[in-house]
């Protein structure tokens, strides 16, 4: 067995609607409290850390969740992010709820105000890589591909799927270094990132790796031959630039609790359990009761 520390970072926020989503209105205490994206965020945790600990035995741990809707990028470009609604009503008393179920599980919880869950991710995820730590990144998150690397991977549950460099060239075309630039390009709709009208991802990676890189692409782009592609670039060079800072994941998060503070602490069953049937969820309780019969639950 390697002695390599092995850190797993899960992508809170992209949990929680894929709770929500599946048992949207589901769940509700007595009171009426809606509790179906916290039944649902606390079951994937759950058996998350069981399947963890079977398989990987991750050394630390950390849910990371996005702070709020803006973010240092909504400086950059007012339009990011701008086509999102607002989450759904019966979700929003749910998030303070979850972000206290993973402090019960003994996990530490993070967000910064300013930044994306993602960003705090990918400063963890550099952070521990050049320490030759091993990095899982609990997220089907394609914006994150662009920092998996021989000791970085996505780990995508639902599809029980890892992602490494071989299924990031798969995807984009490109090596995961590269993946910004073609992002960079073909800009995004689900984010309102501009990046070259008329090019998509394939085009995108073609290009990138014909020239090399976009900063050479954009020097170049008079050797293009297809006279519409080689417009799109030229009549919008600027607003591609821009849609590089908004794609490119921030690698140096200040504030955070260090590496260190993330080390996992076995789960706390007689801290956990009360905590989940103050909330009702007695499915979920009476599984872990089940499993830790010698735990003595006041």
Known sequence: MSNQNHLFLVDGSGYIFRAYYALPSLYRKRDGLPTGAVNGFC?????????????IKPSHIAVIFDSARETFRNEIYDEYKANRGEPPEDLIPQFKIIKESVKAFGIQSIELKGFEAD?????????????????????????????VSKNINLLDTMKNKTIGPDEVYEKFGVTPDKVIDVQALAG???????????????????????????????????????????ASIQDNINQIKISKEL?????DVKDIPTLEELEKKEVSISK?????????????????IKKNPEINIK
């Open 247 to 251: 794609v490119t994941l921030r690698n």
């Open 43 to 55: 079951n994937m945790l759950y058996k998350l850390i069981e399947d963890a600990n079977a398989k």
């Open 272 to 288: 956990l359990v009360p905590f989940l049937v103050d909330l009702e969820l007695n499915k979920l309780s009476e599984r872990i």
């Open 119 to 147: 960003d705090i991710i990918a400063t963890y995820a550099t952070q521990a890589s050049k320490k030759n730590w091993k990095v899982s990144i609990v997220s089907s998150d394609k914006d994150l591909m662009q920092v």
């Open 188 to 230: 995004d709709s689900s984010d309102n990132i501009p990046g070259a009208p008329g090019i998509g991802i394939k085009t995108a990676a073609d290009l990138i790796n014909q020239f090399g890189d976009l900063e050479k692409l954009l020097k170049n782009f008079g050797e293009i031959k297809q006279v519409k592609r080689k």
